[in-house]
């Protein structure tokens, strides 16, 4: 059971817009940033979003992140076959003094 | 460029010892936090660990606190995990990552740890 709630998966048409959801409490994403990552099968997550909606360079602005009170959402426009992959949030807990991870969800480009 | 590189994995019998390693570039290694992570085969990540910029604090989970050791060396720009007494549900990709706001931001290719008699 991960600290962070994600709905385990995700779908849309390609060009559809998708957004994923990660729940929390004020110990961690309400008082905290949020980043958000995508992993590809076999590989390495890659950082999509950082301090709850910002972009790294060289991540589209089909990308793109936001946060309310305990909750936070990422949001993919436009969305391409290339999108399907696992995509998880993270925050730090300030009760735990550590890191937690949403459960990961699994987006499918229909 | 950020670039992570992780070592040190392998097989090793339950309540033996591993040391990760993972070599960092493209950053100035003394500037971030550092942190480990981990995802069994077929789940998702779990935080494992995390050190200060000069190693003086570390952060552990609960289910590796007393068994790992995390530390750091700025002048070879490596961070490392000590694992003691390791057991089956370790067995995992570890990945390390450099900080970015409080959180793992730019990560390794990861090594594999499998424990198994």
């Known amino acids: 059971q991960s600290v962070l709630t994600q709905p385990p998966s995700a779908s849309g048409a390609p060009g559809q817009r998708v957004t994923i959801s990660c729940s929390g409490s004020?110990?961690?994403?309400?008082?905290?940033?949020v980043n958000w990552y995508r992993q590809l099968p076999g590989t390495a997550p890659k950082l999509l979003i950082y301090?709850?909606?910002d972009r790294p360079s060289g991540v589209p602005d089909r990308f793109s992140g936001s946060k309310s009170d305990t909750s936070a959402s990422l949001a993919i426009s436009g969305l391409q076959s290339e999108d399907e992959a696992d995509y998880y949030c993270a925050a730090w807990d300030d009760r735990l003094s550590g890191v937690v991870f949403g459960g990961g969800t699994k987006l499918t480009v229909l | 460029e950020v670039q992570l590189v992780e070592s040190g994995g392998g097989l090793v019998q339950p309540g033996g010892t591993l040391r990760l390693s993972c070599a960092a570039s493209g950053f100035t290694f003394s500037n971030y936090w550092m942190h480990w992570v981990r995802q069994a085969p077929g789940k998702g990540l779990v935080w494992v660990s995390r050190i200060h910029l000069d190693g003086s604090s570390t952060n552990y989970a609960d289910s590796v606190k007393g068994r790992f050791t995390i530390s750091r060396d700025n002048a070879k720009n490596k961070v490392y995990l000590q694992m003691n007494s390791l057991r089956a549900e370790d067995t995992a990709v570890y990945y390390c990552?450099?900080?970015?706001?409080?959180?793992?931001?730019?990560w390794g290719q990861g090594s594999l740890v499998t424990v198994s008699s």
């Open positions: 301090n709850n909606n």
């Open positions: 990552a450099r900080d970015v706001f409080g959180v793992p931001g730019y």
């Open positions: 004020s110990s961690n994403i309400g008082n905290n940033r």
